[in-house]
């Protein structure tokens, strides 16, 4: 599904039938391999710059070749498969291309980052301005990885109070699930930051001479930093914490076996004396009429005794 947007006059967003200088083309799942060559072949794209954006494999990167910009920027976005055995999040590419007087974002997957454009429509965005619009695209993308990295150390507490009287593996499993979200999220922040750092210095932008941009684009790259240090001690917390609920886990599984054991061995004793006073040969007191009482008492004053023996042993 590819869509072409500009902003008209009051500042709206407005979507085009068709693409015009200075409009904003958003490709969208779903989509075909014919769209994206036509487009390709329409705007003097090369296919590979496509096809990059949709592989969720891809490292962010950036590159120009004959009058075209790429980049590729790796974005959070919510795990949409429900499994014990999924992340909770992901983080996949998008493709921002510029060439002419077009912009083009591309994804393989719906996402917070290009829908808050869409439905936000945030006045300071322009689609002719093309470095602005790929720093607000920045910008964003830090938002959520900080949203995110927020709900996970929520999320994080809230299984860790419920792992304290638990002696199962499903809040473990909870927790491994946030573990290899934060797994993408510090390899891909790494790589964000690593990005920006190059593209600042090698003026890929064209905004060395705009003190505003530039200290946009600074803050943005300081913003960047914090989630990596942020995702790196929720990381190191979350580890900390899974090893230490595994030991509790068994503990409390050694405990629940000692307790069976303890009642084991004190219910023993008495099926003992039962026992001697059950087999089919003549025993003590066979002939009194009070004699199975005498067995219940002795059989209940052993296993108080042994009981008492084991409590005072702790």
Known sequence: MIKYYA?????????????????????????NRQEINLLSEELDVPLDYFFDSLD?????????EDGVQFIVLKIPIKNMVEDDSEAVYLTIPIGIIEVDDYILTISAFENP??????????????????????????????????H??????NQRNLYEKELYNSSRNQELSKLMRLQ????????????????????????????????EREDFFEAIIIDMQQAQDMARIYTDILNSTMDSFASIISNNLNSS????TTLTVILMAPTLVASFFGMNTPV???ESNTAFYWVVIIATLIGFLVWWIMRRKN
Not at 148 to 153: C, P, R
């Open 7 to 31: 902003k008209e006059r009051g500042g709206i967003l407005q979507e085009l039938l068709h693409a015009q200088r200075g409009c904003w083309i958003n490709v969208y799942p779903p989509y």
């Open 113 to 146: 980052v290009i829908d808050y454009f869409l439905t936000r429509n945030p006045r300071e965005f322009e689609s002719t301005d093309h470095s602005h619009f790929a720093l607000l695209l920045f910008e964003r993308t830090v938002f959520y990885f900080l």
């Open 180 to 211: 290899k979200s934060l797994v993408y999220f510090v390899t891909t922040l790494r790589d964000n930051e690593m990005l920006m750092m190059r593209m600042q210095r090698s003026n890929f932008l064209n905004i060395r001479e705009k003190e």
């Open 284 to 286: 003590p007191g066979r």
């Open 257 to 260: 076996m000692e307790r069976l």
């Open 56 to 64: 969720i494999d891809e490292r962010s990167r950036y590159e120009q």
């Open 148 to 153: 995110y990295l927020k709900f996970i150390n």
